[in-house]
């Protein structure tokens, strides 16, 4: 199994960027898919976008799809989320995830999370 911790949370004004990094150690990180959550107060948790084990293919929600970008390094076993042009609404508690098998998922491996506030 892999497990994942994230970093880079914090609190930002609207239309700044953070970028997040989801960090692996366990099995081989090459082998799993990677996807990005995120849960905000009182809702349930949304998917963000995922990446495929290689990093050759993204997929977004529609509502990050122009402003947030997901990469990965597997020589240093850390996926990232890069998000420019923050707004409140992008407010949540921030999750990494990992599977080997669909980067569909479900996924079955999680970080504990990181706190993401964007304030106007």
């Known amino acids: 199994q892999v497990q994942l911790v994230e970093s880079g949370g914090g609190s930002v004004q609207a239309g700044d960027s953070l970028t997040l990094s989801c960090a692996a150690s366990?099995?081989?990180?090459?082998?799993?898919?990677v996807a990005w959550y995120r849960q905000a107060p009182g809702k349930d948790r949304e998917f963000v976008g995922s990446?495929?084990?290689?990093?050759?293919?993204?997929f977004y929600t529609q509502s990050v799809k122009d402003r947030f970008i997901i990469s990965r390094d597997n020589a240093k076993k850390t996926a990232y989320l890069q998000m420019n042009n923050l707004q409140p609404e992008d407010t949540a508690i921030y999750y990494c995830?990992?599977?080997?098998?669909?980067?569909?998922?479900?996924?079955?491996?999680w970080g504990q999370g990181t706190q993401v506030t964007v304030s106007s």
């Open positions: 995830a990992a599977d080997p098998h669909n980067v569909a998922g479900p996924y079955d491996y």
């Open positions: 366990g099995r081989t990180f090459s082998v799993y898919h």
């Open positions: 990446i495929n084990w290689s990093g050759s293919r993204t």
